[in-house]
């Protein structure tokens, strides 16, 4: 046989093999050829890309939980009054508010997580009023500090805290780290690893990037738990960034929370369970939770932690989004800095908005190191504009704030992004609130940012030229990726 016979039969068998493990997965038929055409077109890139990100299975981790079977006296105490709180709660949402009750039972179905309710929850806009407060919390600190962070940056503001966290090590405190290796790649280096670690910090990053079997799962978490009593979450990550935005940037916008009461179990026990998964070390939990002091007995504000990852069996925020969305009966309003949509959640903002829903939607036109997210999103925005959905351009800086409010009652403060990456590849956290008041300061926090915002024209979009417009066609192919 002639080299371009054997070739042309090693190809085909190529492509009948793949083609087998693609229809194998039972992926919807558009997808399926979607892929085998990638890998048609680019065999050796194509695969490549597909080992990265287009694994239908889970990822390679392993799970690690608290239960009320094997779990020490004092965290049965714990998990049983936050069992009851749970089932108090879910019953007084069904007897007088059943869109809150199908929500609550859809959080606690995905990810299995409880209502918590002895809480008090701190809106935070911004870096500075966030990391204030997130200094003060550590400085108090008596027993443990507990941080896990997507991008963790060695630069001003990085250097100040581990001085902080040092000191607090210094004084007993245990402190760890946990920080994603692709998030913080460019901003933490070995030197400050040695600082911190030589400080007494147990500092380790999440998923090493010699893994290459999960270097596409990021974990894009921020969770801070401090004493078991105090916890933070929300959209920041640490880095000076925050505070000094980057050039062509006159503003960081961005939401975050902190929280007191039972939710900071939650936190706490999520922390745990990644700590385990990156490090191999099963802490003992019962140093790490608190009990509740009589401040947050007095406290009655209903919080649920929503988490998805590719361990999820089902993708739980994407899910919570979703349902959100669909149940809203005035107003929807949206923040994130990307606008990467699914069929579903495209139907479900135009379902709303054709039914005269208020749908609003705020995205930054575009941010410091990428472009392809926000070309993209243009053609996502067009989608839904020309439904009646409201789509705004924050203009006064970078938009990184990560919300959503439905009828100024119910809101979703936490990390997920809306794009395909933050929906089903990377580890997400969200705080679903069930409480008129926080919910009330995100919708004017909302509409005092709508000042700064420039609304998306579909009669102006479809006068640019035919060359961007196809550039941000080209873009969208690329969804999966960003």
């Known amino acids: 046989m002639t080299p371009t016979i054997i070739l042309q039969i090693l190809f085909g068998a190529y492509v009948i093999a793949t083609a087998t493990f693609l229809i194998s997965e039972n992926r919807a038929p558009k997808s399926s050829f979607a892929w085998m055409l990638l890998f048609i077109v680019l065999p050796g890139l194509g695969v490549l890309v597909y080992l990265f990100v287009g694994r239908g299975y889970k990822a390679f981790v392993r799970k690690f939980r608290v239960t009320e079977q094997d779990a020490p006296a004092q965290l049965q105490d714990l998990l049983r009054l936050s069992s009851n709180q749970h089932d108090t709660a879910l019953a007084l949402m069904e007897h007088n508010n059943p869109i809150a009750a199908r929500i609550a039972t859809l959080v606690y179905s995905n990810p299995n997580s409880r209502i918590t309710t002895s809480n008090r929850v701190t809106v935070l806009q911004d870096a500075k009023t966030t990391y204030p407060a997130l200094i003060k919390a550590i400085n108090q600190a008596k027993s443990s500090v507990h941080l896990h ?118 936190l706490q026990a999520i922390f745990l369970i990644d700590w385990a998964n990156a490090t191999d070390e099963v802490l003992d939990p019962v140093p790490y939770f608190a009990a509740l002091t009589e401040d947050d007995t007095a406290a009655d504000l209903p919080v649920q932690i929503c988490l998805s990852g590719p361990d999820s069996e089902y993708e739980a925020i994407r899910q919570l989004y979703f349902e959100l969305i669909v149940s809203a009966e005035k107003q929807v309003l949206i923040q994130s800095p990307f606008f990467i949509l699914d069929e579903t959640l495209s139907e479900a903002l135009k379902l709303k908005a054709l039914s005269g829903v208020d749908v609003q939607v705020m995205i930054s036109p575009n941010g410091p190191g990428q472009f392809l997210p926000y070309w993209a999103a ?74 700064d915002c420039v609304a998306f024209d579909v009669a102006a979009y479809r006068t640019r030229g035919r060359l961007l417009r196809f550039r941000d066609s080209v873009a969208r192919l690329a969804a999966p990726l960003l």
Do not use: M
């Not at 920041?236 to 961005?254: A, K, Q, T, V």
């Open 149 to 266: 962070y997507y991008i963790w940056n060695g630069d001003t503001f990085g250097t100040r805290l581990l001085t902080i966290l040092a000191q607090k090590v210094r004084e007993g405190v245990e402190v760890r780290i946990l920080y994603d290796p692709v998030g913080s790649f460019s901003g933490l280096g070995w030197q400050y690893l040695r600082k911190a670690r030589a400080a007494g910090i147990d500092i380790r990053p999440f998923s090493p990037l010699w893994h290459i079997q999960t270097i596409s799962y990021r974990n894009h978490r921020k969770i801070a738990v401090i004493d078991g009593s105090i916890a933070f979450t929300g959209g920041l990550n640490i880095g000076d960034e925050h505070l000094d935005p980057p050039e062509g940037f006159d503003r960081w916008r961005d939401t975050h929370i902190r929280l007191t009461g039972s939710v900071v179990w939650s």
């Open 378 to 451: 243009n053609t996502y925005a067009l989608d839904v504009a020309r439904a009646g959905v409201k789509v705004l351009h924050y203009d006064a800086g970078f938009l990184h704030a990560k919300t959503v409010c439905i009828d100024g009652k119910i809101s979703s403060i936490g990390t997920a992004n809306w794009d395909i990456r933050s929906f089903s590849i990377n580890y997400e956290i969200t705080a679903v609130i069930y409480d008129v008041g926080v919910s009330q300061q995100l919708v004017q926090a909302f509409e005092a940012d709508v000042a």
